[in-house]
């Protein structure tokens, strides 16, 4: 395996290639918890819900424990900090919102899924 380039390994070794999509969802997944506290700052709190909801189903789907809980916890203090009322955000809501609101947060629950679906097949 030493003298094998990148691409061969990723090409023979399907494991590999869905452990490297995942890891390359983590940096994706961090910009989108800046916009997150930006969006918090301007008062926007429907963006945050929506995004918060979905980052952690995505990290939920790609059995990723350890960015699971880190999110749980820094969503969890944004809460108490901002005092957001979750339950009321989520039921004012509006399919269009949560389209408009959770688009780079729905590119990351489509990789997920895939990421997902491909982990059961392997098995």
Not at 41 to 70: H, S, V
Not at 105 to 114: P, R, T
């Amino acid at each position: 395996m030493n003298a094998m380039s990148f691409q061969e390994v990723l090409s023979q070794d399907p494991s590999i290639t869905v452990i490297f999509l995942i890891a390359m969802l983590n940096p994706y997944i961090a910009y989108l918890v800046q916009l997150i506290q930006k969006n918090l700052i301007k008062g926007n709190i429907k963006f945050a819900i929506i995004n918060m909801a979905l980052l952690l189903i995505a990290q939920a789907l790609t059995m990723n424990l350890f960015y699971f809980t880190m999110l749980l916890y820094v969503f969890y203090r944004a809460i108490q900090y901002y005092d957001i009322p979750v339950l009321k955000s989520i039921k004012s809501s509006t399919i269009k919102q949560a389209l408009y609101n959770g688009g780079g947060s729905l590119l990351v629950m489509l990789i997920s899924c895939i990421s997902l679906f491909a982990t059961i097949r392997l098995m």
